[in-house]
């Protein structure tokens, strides 16, 4: 075992096939490893969206970033009652999310395109060829606006539509916090924490983030950041949080 590291949280759900190089850290360095979110999806009712005044039959094209923006957008079409016609076209930012698809719609029937880098900017390429559409956006009430900005450098017509929302997932009561290191991977988990646990003093709990927006709400928190990616070294969390273990097992064996 790592010295003073029994304990580690990692903010995300668990994974539904029990496979995670996260296990492999926890036999490699005899450590406790728990999935356990600080923030949590709810659906944007149908009422809310038509609030917003976006019409999903106005558009051309949908772009998706998250598995979650299509169960949702598929979800509220349903509530709606839209039939989403066969000459929508869907742009993704990775093949994986454009493979999910398939729960929803016959893939090899649709026009599907996605980024082969999974990058933003080689989504925007194949975007821009089709620049005569009137894209969809579907999203969480927090979100980043790096997409956004890159429609707007290209002038691609497009409108957000808010389909979900990233709520806090706050702890029970009697539900223990004990963890050596906290590992996070989006801004609104840092907010989660701080109103979860107001007066949360750090001292030597360990707090690694995922992505540079989530490395900066850690600093401006007011806390410390011990372990960061992605970076040259280090280019998933995992990677990133292995190196921090090494790194302590060394010394500690000094």
Do not use: W
Request: hydrophobic content about 40%.
């Amino acid at each position: 075992m790592v010295a003073n590291i029994k304990k580690i949280l990692v903010s995300q759900p668990e994974p539904i096939n029990g496979k995670s190089p996260y296990y492999d850290i926890a036999d490699k360095y005899d450590v406790q490893i728990v999935f356990r979110p600080f923030i949590k999806v709810e659906p944007v009712s149908a009422k809310e969206f038509r609030a917003q005044r976006v019409s999903i039959l106005d558009h051309t094209a949908v772009i998706f970033t998250a598995k979650t923006a299509i169960d949702h957008f598929f979800r509220l079409a349903e509530e709606l009652r839209i039939q989403i016609p066969e000459s929508m076209k869907y742009f993704c930012i990775t093949e994986a999310i454009a493979v999910y698809l398939q729960k929803y719609i016959v893939y090899r029937k649709r026009k599907i395109f996605f980024s082969q880098s999974s990058k933003m900017e080689d989504l925007i390429i194949s975007i821009n060829k089709h620049n005569k559409e009137n894209f969809l956006v579907p999203m969480s009430d927090v979100h980043k606006e790096d997409l956004t900005h890159l429609l707007d450098e290209k002038k691609i017509k497009y409108n957000k539509a808010i389909m979900y929302k990233t709520v806090s997932n706050d702890f029970l009561k009697n539900e223990t916090f004990d963890y050596d290191v906290l590992l996070f991977f989006s801004p609104a988990g840092i907010s989660s924490l701080l109103k979860n646990f107001p007066n949360f003093n750090q001292n030597g709990t360990a707090i690694g983030t995922f992505g540079p927006t989530t490395a900066k709400a850690v600093r401006d928190a007011g806390l410390r950041l011990d372990i960061e990616a992605p970076s040259q070294e280090t280019p998933s969390m995992t990677a990133a949080l292995e190196n921090y273990l090494k790194k302590l097992s060394k010394n500690g064996s000094k």
